[in-house]
Every structure is written in structure tokens, then in C-alpha cells.
């Protein structure tokens, strides 16, 4: 993993870019839901993302051969890769509407002998969403795709490091239906194994009540026993009054002295107030 990147203020050609990457990571998605097996939770439509600036979803099995399906964010491409994740072939996708797109998607896919019959938007029949709809894609500075880039990079290395004394932790992932990056921190299972207490802990992208990018820590119980201090010193701020979901914020991280530092603290501190007393 590559060193910090210094942080600039998202502004709006940024959080455009971030928007139209939202959109075309739903391919990838697609590819998940149809050519990936099943899992629960929905991981099989997950992603992982790579230090030089792509997203990629799960392993597809063609044969005797492995290939995944992911996003360039450097060139702004879909992009369809071997198991050791070099590029075979690009789909452009600036100035092209989703479903021009879509015809071409499937055509790489059909190229490669996988199915490309059922890959079709929405990814969820049952919850579509906004992302599903036509639209198209446009032109993106160099800047503000690299600004997505290091937010993304600088997140998982913060994350790695954070997560190593922790135990059955899952992969750091990102979810194409929030655009989120993050990790589960299991707790507490019951004895058929189900989870019902962890921690996750990542990167949100904008929202509904948060206008920004910003980074969480969220305990999610089963009952409420537990109890935070609210009147914490650690960085960021509750969401909820429930007391259940810190955030900080990009710009926040950005004006700090020392960015990373900062995110560190963010992380670990509000990880002490959900975690066991040791």
C-alpha cells in the first residue's frame, strides 16, 4: 500500500465524479448478481479496490479460467481483467449513455463465452434504485478522478493497518448500492453462528443527510447494552442520538495539520467506545 496523499476539498467536479463513478460501478454489480455464485449479505455484487486506481468484483469462472469485471477510475473505463488482474479489454464510457454502454458490456461478455442473456439494469428487481435509470456519463478532469483515487487509497491504508490485531475480521470492500468502503468487525454470534454484534467501520459517500464524503464507525447490536460515553473527546461527531454512529468528515480531515493522524484518531478512538472493556 502506497503512502498518504495529501487531501484536497471535494468541490464540485469531484463530487460529480464520485457521482457518475457511483453509476458506473453498477456494471460491476450486474456482473456480480448474474455471473458470480451467490453469497449472503449480497457480497457476491461487492467489490475490492486496487492502490492503482480500479475497483473489481469477485472472481468469474469461465472453464478452467478465472476473469473479473471492474472500473478504471484513472481512464474512466469498465474494464474486464484475469485472475491476476490484468487487462484484457476496456469499455469506454464518457459520453455514453448507460444503455449504450450496457450493449457493449454484454458484447465483451458474450466475447469471453459467458452469459450476458440475463444482464440487464436494475441489479435488484426488487429494491431498483435512481442508479438503474438511463444516463449518461461525461467528461472528468484528471484531478478530480485522482482526488476519488486517493480517498479511496488513503482509507484502506488507514484500514489495514487499523484492522491487524483484530481476529475474523472480513475484507475491506465497497458496495456498489451506497458506494461505501469498509470493514466488519464481528463481536458477538450466537451459536448457530449468526452475528449479532459488529462494528463497521469504512467510508460513506454523499447521502441524504450528509451532503459530504465522510468517514463512520457504526456498532450495530442486537440489544442496547451497551452504553458509549457520549462526551467523548475522540474526533468526529455522533450522527444519531441513538449513539450508535460516529462520522467524520472530509472537510474536516482536510484542514487538519496532519491528515492522517487525524483519521487515525477518528478511527481508533471511536472504536474504544464500542469495543469491551478488555
Known amino acids: 500500500m502506497s503512502d498518504w496523499t495529501i ?11 464520485m457521482y457518475q463513478l457511483h453509476h458506473a460501478v453498477q456494471f460491476i454489480a450486474l456482473a456480480g448478481e448474474h455471473l458470480v455464485e451467490k453469497h449472503h449479505h449480497h457480497e457476491h455484487r461487492s467489490m475490492s479496490w486496487h ?19 471492474g472500473l478504471d477510475v484513472t481512464s474512466f473505463t469498465l474494464i474486464f481483467l484475469d485472475e491476476y488482474l490484468h487487462i484484457l479489454k476496456k469499455v469506454p464510457l464518457i459520453e455514453l449513455s448507460k444503455g449504450e454502454v450496457l450493449k457493449r458490456f454484454k458484447t465483451m461478455l458474450h466475447h469471453h463465452q459467458l452469459d450476458d442473456e440475463a444482464i440487464q439494469f436494475p ?19 484528471g484531478n478530480a ?18 484492522l491487524q490485531p483484530f481476529e475474523h475480521t472480513r475484507e475491506i470492500k465497497t458496495w456498489p448500492q451506497h458506494f461505501n468502503t469498509e470493514a ?41 447494552d451497551v452504553v458509549p460515553d457520549r462526551h467523548t473527546d475522540a474526533p468526529g461527531q455522533w450522527l444519531t442520538d441513538h ?22 484518531r477518528f478511527y481508533e478512538e471511536s472504536l474504544e467506545i464500542f469495543l469491551p472493556p478488555a
Request: net charge negative; aromatic share 8%.
Open 7 to 17: 487531501l484536497k476539498p471535494f468541490g464540485k467536479d469531484e463530487l460529480e465524479a
Open 51 to 69: 492502490h492503482d486506481g480500479f475497483f473489481y468484483g469477485d472472481k468469474i469462472k469461465v472453464h478452467h479460467e478465472y476473469f473479473h469485471v
Open 123 to 141: 441489479v435488484d428487481r426488487n429494491h431498483p434504485t435512481k442508479l438503474d435509470d438511463e444516463f449518461t456519463f461525461g467528461q472528468h478532469s
Open 145 to 162: 478522478l485522482w482526488q476519488n483515487i486517493a480517498l479511496r487509497n488513503n482509507t484502506a491504508l488507514v484500514l489495514e493497518k487499523l
Open 184 to 224: 466488519l468487525i464481528p463481536m458477538r454470534r450466537e451459536s448457530h453462528g449468526e452475528l449479532l454484534r459488529s462494528i463497521s467501520i469504512g467510508l460513506a459517500a454523499p447521502g441524504k443527510e450528509i451532503k459530504e464524503p465522510h468517514f463512520y464507525v457504526i456498532l450495530r447490536k442486537d440489544q442496547p
Open 243 to 264: 449513539q450508535t454512529h460516529r462520522v467524520l468528515l472530509l472537510s474536516d480531515v482536510v484542514k487538519a495539520e496532519n491528515q492522517q493522524e487525524l483519521l487515525t
